[in-house]
């Protein structure tokens, strides 16, 4: 079966770069398959699209993050991480990571609360 988790530091201080990685087992990362994504929610939001890594290494971003962001992947662990810089309280927001695969996200992490808070 087909498993994401989400992990790292569940506070981070503004100004400086929150930092997560998405463990994959039961598909590849480097699949044509999927596309390893990153999607958040803050308080009382809507989800988010973030970005994500092809399974060539393309990177895609949302246009409003894309200046503070980076994806990349570890294949040999078949897990993808994410890099927000200079975050502030507005960052704050539960994490997902995800696959997507013909136009749809079709497997999700259980997502991990992230707190921007000085």
């Known amino acids: 079966q087909v498993q994401l988790q989400e992990s790292g530091p569940g506070l981070v201080k503004p100004s400086q770069t929150l930092s997560l990685t998405c463990a994959v087992s039961?598909?590849?990362?480097?699949?044509?398959?999927?596309?390893a994504s990153w999607i958040r929610q803050p308080p009382g939001k809507g989800l988010e699209w973030v970005g994500l890594?092809?399974?060539?290494?393309?990177?895609y971003y949302s246009p409003s993050l894309k200046s503070r962001t980076s994806i990349s992947r570890d294949t040999s662990k078949n897990q993808f991480s994410l890099q927000l810089n200079s975050v502030t309280p507005e960052d704050t927001a539960v994490y997902y990571c995800?696959?997507?695969?013909?136009?749809?996200?079709?497997?999700w992490g259980q997502g991990t609360q992230v707190t921007v808070s000085s």
């Open positions: 890594i092809a399974y060539d290494g393309s990177t």
């Open positions: 995800a696959l997507r695969s013909w136009s749809t996200f079709r497997y």
């Open positions: 039961g598909a590849s990362i480097t699949s044509s398959n999927y596309a």
